[in-house]
């Protein structure tokens, strides 16, 4: 008797302890979730935005036309009144701050520094709304100035740039000419691991307040282009270059506030912001590295916005009433290096025989979910000015022309075995990819599976990145699919010379050389007027599609997931703006 | 006793350089350049220009033996390196990084001990019955359920539905809300194998003569299990507790990953992405050090429990 009471305490003593810690863990932890704040204040019919129907609204309201409602009490004196309808004025003057509250966003890369010039830091910065550069890629990619405010071209290596006068840096450091010449001669100093790209300029300098000229050594048509790129954001002169890893001066719409190493950054609103008012109030971004997790952080409301969603749970999220999934083509192309050194993919039959049998839709449809990504035609996105797509054929989904392009290259099934064969043995095609970005192993399988559709024995080998940029660099590989951002400043050069062109390093990698192709890159960058360039480019494009030294797949989609009050957010294709002055949050 | 410790500390020198020697030669004859790798960006290029300058810069371009020894040596001198990524010295990251694993492995080793211990201990008695069945399978359940998969339920479950802890981060230092659901995820793992062992081991020990011996002198039960067995039924659950806290030490990649808790295995991982050397090697020597650090703080704790090997060690020491 005495016995059994003694396990029962026992028993009774673990059950208890555990209950214990778990009890204790749920209260500290709903004690401390912390809470959204501000709310739309002055938004007195309560669709989301602050404009003149919401004056009239709460004069309405005054004459009790319309019940009272929280958001009228657009001052938070406790009464709605003409007060109410002055302050709401107020802010669609901009004379009074916005409400725009405050936003969490979970994104996918971090960096340990917040210094623009550092490597690709800028791009991460630029996101946050720190930094800003002399011109910008909208969100319909063209390229338009933004610290700037023009360009004149002199002569054909000789660049005037006019500046936006009245900025001031988050220091109060006026911008100006000095600023310019400082930030992009910080990147060309030697010691920058990036200096070679604007090794293009021989001389910048001042030639007024607010006008800088740059020489280059060579005409060089992406020279505005090239001022778009996040690494020569414009810095302030003030700060203690040692400290900008840390330490973020730039003109942006938003203050760095705070800053830790791979895990978060937040800012706050600069109330000084050259392009007016800005709606929120301060961000702060979390880096998340698996996608999943930034769903689950969407869906459980610990952030308003998660980037890089994964495919397959963008229909949850959508199905949510709170929440939506945006999704918008990128400049990112997915496509297979071939190996055309490589018998038979040294003949372009089989080249082009490999695009037939591809079945782009369907990769679409399953690998991607149906809305990752749009099917590819050639090297650039539908939604790049440059891209000659509408102009192309293209590959559509033929079997029976792959077919009978192999048969003109001798790859028929001559031994009966159901597999095609080459010179007597039977033809093997592997396709090497890496799992750093989730669409390309579901990509390689659907492909693998299309190709042994028509009797090619495919296989898929993954290999981790470094690992496989040695093994197709020393050229041990049939096909690699890869993924790139194919413009990262918009302008077409920078792809096409490093892929196509025969000196290009990557065309080192499919051991692509058309002299054709090379003449045409060459003179595209030394041709200043627009249309005779796309026209250019429009040929290159159709060569190369022709030539098929790389197979292009798809054009990925970005997905962002966010909630029904977060207002004014736009993608941006080139992945490089994320947080501008229009977003806000009615949360 | 002390001798057996010093002996034991002298040992850590050559482990360590043959852990040094072992991870320079694997990381070089791995594929993949850290120049390339490293100066590629978002978009995907890497400017061979570019490249050929770091491999200057960084001594990539000399022999492999002189890079090892010019290492070696600076380690000799307190200095571990600059990572290639930041260009900051490597123990910057490498010791927040491994105060953010260690808080996630105690967490996680309490909680493991918590459930493993008493559950171990009332399935043995009560051996067959209902409860140790249950427990059993539960074990058996956590053995084989992936870490990640087990992670990825408890957010759904208590972060997205129930909402009452964040999804994932480190939130203000590592504070106890965002620690709960990963220390769960790797708690209740390791919590899974303690607990069959401490069952197997207390099960043996309650059928030892003396614990018969013991019951007969009249001693309660609570004593017999508490003070008795236990004290010896304990003995292969610390070595394993022991092995399974240096484990957790090394942290865990695919937790850390998914709850973006910013704890050494993230670090290594990411690190030997990107073939950042200097950071791959000070990671594997911090961690081995850790590793063996804790084994010899479980051989010491041996000889408290078992004064078997107390009497040895002093009869080797003679």
């Not at chain 1, 509250?101 to 991460?124: E, L, N, R």
């Not at chain 1, 609103?269 to 109030?281: A, H, I, S, T």
């Not at chain 2, 967490?107 to 001990?113: E, F, P, V």
């Not at chain 2, 957790?248 to 850390?256: T, Y």
Request: aromatic letters at 10%.
């Amino acid at each position: 008797m005495k016995q059994t009471r003694e396990k029962m305490k026992m028993r009774k003593g673990a059950a208890s302890g555990m209950i214990a810690v778990l009890v204790g863990a749920m209260l500290l932890a709903t004690a401390t979730i912390p809470t959204a704040s501000a709310k739309l204040y002055g938004d007195a019919n309560g669709d989301g935005k602050i404009n003149m129907i919401d004056t009239t609204y709460v004069k309405l309201i005054i004459v009790k036309e319309k019940p009272d409602n929280e958001l009228a009490d657009a001052n938070q004196d406790g009464e709605t009144d003409v007060g109410d309808v002055i302050w709401i004025k107020l802010i669609i003057l901009e004379k009074a701050p916005f409400p725009g509250g405050t936003i969490t966003a979970a994104m996918i890369f971090f960096k340990d520094s917040v210094d623009p010039a550092y490597k690709w830091t800028g791009w991460y910065v630029r996101k946050a709304g720190i930094y800003e550069t002399l011109f910008k890629n909208d969100e319909n990619m063209e390229l338009t100035p933004e610290l700037a405010t023009g360009y004149r071209r002199v002569s054909s290596t000789k660049w005037r740039i006019y500046l936006r006068e009245g900025v001031k840096f988050h220091d109060g450091t006026p911008f100006n000419a000095d600023a310019v010449v400082y930030s992009i001669n910080r990147v060309r100093d030697p010691s920058n691991s990036r200096h070679n790209e604007y090794d293009f300029i021989d001389a910048i300098y001042k030639s007024g307040d607010y006008t800088v000229t740059i020489i280059t050594k060579e005409p060089y048509a992406p020279t505005i282009a090239s001022l778009s790129d996040p690494v020569v954001s414009i810095v302030s002169p003030e700060a203690d270059e040692e400290d900008l890893d840390t330490v973020a001066v730039g003109t942006g719409p938003f203050k760095l506030v705070e800053f830790e190493p791979g895990m978060s950054l937040s800012v706050e609103r600069n109330d000084e912001y050259w392009g007016g008012q800005v709606k929120l109030e301060s961000a702060t971004f979390e880096y998340v590295s698996d996608p999943q997790t930034r769903a689950y952080m969407l869906e459980a409301g610990d952030v308003d916005i998660a980037r890089g969603i994964p495919q397959a749970e963008a229909e949850i999220i959508d199905d949510n009433p709170n929440l939506n999934v945006i999704n918008k083509e990128t400049l990112r192309t997915y496509f297979m290096y071939v190996n055309t050194e490589k018998e038979p993919l040294d003949n372009v039959k089989v080249r082009q025989a490999i695009n037939y049998a591809i079945d782009r839709d369907q990769i679409v449809e399953t690998a991607l979910e149906g809305v990752g990504g749009v099917a590819a035609k050639s090297v650039f996105p539908s939604i790049m000015p440059w891209s000659a797509n509408d102009d192309l054929e293209g590959y559509p989904h033929n079997q029976a022309k792959a077919l009978s392009l192999l048969a003109e290259a001798g790859i028929t099934d001559t031994n009966g075995d159901g597999w095609l064969d080459y010179k007597g043995s039977t033809f093997e095609l592997s396709i090497k990819t890496y799992t750093k970005r989730p669409e390309l192993k579901p990509t390689a399988e659907v492909i693998e599976a299309q190709l042994e559709d028509i009797g090619v024995q495919a296989s898929v080998e993954i290999r981790d990145t470094s690992a496989l940029k040695a093994e197709v660099a020393a050229g041990d590989y049939d096909l690699a699919l890869y993924a790139w951002g194919v413009a990262p400043t918009g302008d077409p050069d920078y792809f096409l010379s490093y892929h196509f062109h025969s000196t290009g390093k990557y065309a080192g990698w499919t051991k692509y050389s058309n002299p054709e192709v090379d003449r045409l890159i060459e003179e595209g960058r030394t041709t200043f007027d627009y249309d005779d360039r796309w026209e250019i480019y429009r040929k290159a494009q159709e060569q190369i599609l022709e030539d098929s030294p790389e197979i292009f797949v798809f054009y990925l989609n970005e997905l962002v997931g966010l909630t029904n009050e977060v207002q004014g957010y736009e993608i941006y294709p080139n992945e490089i703006t994320f947080l501008t002055g229009e977003i806000y949050n009615t949360a | 006793m002390l001798n057996y410790i010093l002996k034991r500390i002298i040992l850590l020198a050559p482990i360590l350089l043959l852990v040094s020697l072992i991870t320079f030669s694997i990381l070089y004859i791995i594929p993949g350049d850290p120049a390339e790798t490293i100066l590629t960006g978002p978009g995907g290029a890497a400017d061979p220009k570019a490249v050929e300058e770091f491999r200057v810069k960084m001594g990539l371009d000399r022999p492999l033996h002189i890079q090892y020894l010019k290492w070696l040596n600076n380690v000799l001198h307190g200095n571990f390196g600059y990572s290639y990524m930041t260009e900051q010295p490597v123990l910057d990251p490498i010791l927040p990084a491994f105060r953010a694993t260690l808080k996630l492995a105690v967490a996680s080793m309490i909680l493991s001990l918590l459930i493993s211990i008493p559950v171990g201990i009332i399935s043995a008695i009560k051996q067959y019955s209902l409860i140790d069945n249950l427990s059993m399978t539960g074990a058996l359940l956590g053995v084989s359920m992936p870490n990640f998969w087990q992670g990825l339920l408890l957010i759904l479950l208590f972060a997205v539905y129930l909402g009452w802890f964040p999804v994932a981060g480190y939130g203000e230092n590592g504070d106890f809300e965002h620690l709960v659901l990963p220390a769960i995820t790797l708690g209740t793992s390791s919590a899974a194998i303690t607990t069959r062992l401490m069952r197997s081991s207390m099960l043996e020990t309650i059928r030892q003569d003396y614990i018969q011996a013991a019951r007969a002198k009249g001693l309660s039960e609570r004593v017999v299990i508490g003070k008795h067995a236990l004290k010896n039924a304990l003995i292969p659950v610390v070595t394993v507790a022991g092995l399974n806290f240096g484990y957790l030490l090394d942290g865990s990649v695919v937790v850390e990953t998914i709850f973006a808790w910013p704890g050494i295995g993230k670090l290594m991982v990411g690190s030997i992405y990107m073939r950042d050397y200097p950071m791959i090697q000070g990671c594997i020597l911090f961690v081995a050090l850790v590793y063996v650090a804790v084994n010899l703080v479980v051989d010491i704790l041996y000889t408290f429990l078992d004064p078997r090997i107390r009497y040895e060690t002093k009869a080797k020491a003679k």
